[in-house]
DNA sequence: TATTGTTATACTCTATAACTATA
DNA sequence: TATAGTTATAGAGTATAACAATA
């Protein structure tokens, strides 16, 4: 009737419940005091560091269908963070390039950033933190 | 404008990311054979392991709001698979236990489970995948 | 007065199909 | 004919508030 219980092996089921751990420390730090999605940190953060990218190329990066990031990118348009450039060599297909502002605003958040990975390095040692994330990205490196 | 990118970094970043593989993985062995949500999996794992639990620990142990876990379990009740019986102690709780069938199906899906954590394990080696759920854990631990 | 669980509601996310413009 | 991006729509997830019954 006990047990150990499946789930505990079952690793789908231990990355969900980190997913909210992580999740939490996003919103404290990033999300309420800046009023951003996960979603639109992501974005802002490897359009800072590309230069500029595709829709198409940010789309496979988190793993967006094609209208949700038409939808974040609109949204993050009328805020002024990004814009959309025509690409010189597709006239199909567009470059999302960051703003003034946007630029301003991903440098801002690289210390606030660190901060919080320094939070969960109040769960996770520091050499746990990294090797969780080498191991995490084993996990993910095919789809790349 | 380009270097490592901040996101290498970012924890939270990989578990989204990883999230994606871990519910591919659940979605083609589990999910979409025995159209079952996730959250449905594994209150189903949990209520097995448990013999019966009150909603509102479910609602803890899966990090979901009791109006969502309402919903949750009128549709597992309406499949047939838990039932919710008066808690002799407190007339106000409720204990969700598994129907016969919820039973059969909990016992159908352990090995299928283990097919997919063995399929996981192809990016992984076994080593690594208790490596990972060891650290993950560490991470949630505060939250038990 | 506080707690358990439910119902009601609104907002967001997710996925699909249909459309446009270019290749 | 295929591809990049957008628009439209429906279904599922998420969060809050309000409620009924019981402690």
Redesign the interface.
Same mark, same amino acid.
């Given at each position: 009737?006990?047990?150990k219980?499946?789930?505990?092996?079952? *690793?789908?089921?231990? +990355?969900?419940?980190?997913?909210?751990?992580?999740?939490d420390?996003?919103e404290q730090h990033i999300g309420a005091p800046h009023e951003l999605r996960?979603v639109d940190f992501?974005l802002l953060?490897?359009v800072?560091?590309?230069?500029h990218l595709a829709p198409k190329g940010l789309a496979k990066m988190l793993?967006l269908t094609a209208p949700k990031l038409s939808m974040v990118l609109d949204r993050m348009q009328a805020r002024g963070l990004i814009e959309r450039k025509p690409d010189p060599q597709d006239r199909r297909s567009v470059r999302v390039i960051l703003t003034p502002q946007g630029e301003r605003l991903a440098r801002k958040? $690289?210390p606030v950033?660190r901060r919080? $990975?320094q939070g969960?390095k109040k =769960? *996770?040692s520091a050499a746990?933190?990294a090797? *969780? +994330?080498q =191991?995490?990205?084993?996990?993910?490196?095919?789809?790349l």
């Open positions: 009737m006990t047990g219980g499946l789930l505990d092996t079952t *690793l789908g089921f231990h +990355i969900a419940r980190a997913s909210v751990v992580a999740y420390a996003f996960k992501s953060m490897l800072a560091q590309h230069g793993s958040l $690289e950033a919080m $990975e969960l =769960l *996770l746990d933190h090797r *969780l +994330i =191991l995490l990205s084993k996990l993910t490196a095919p789809t």
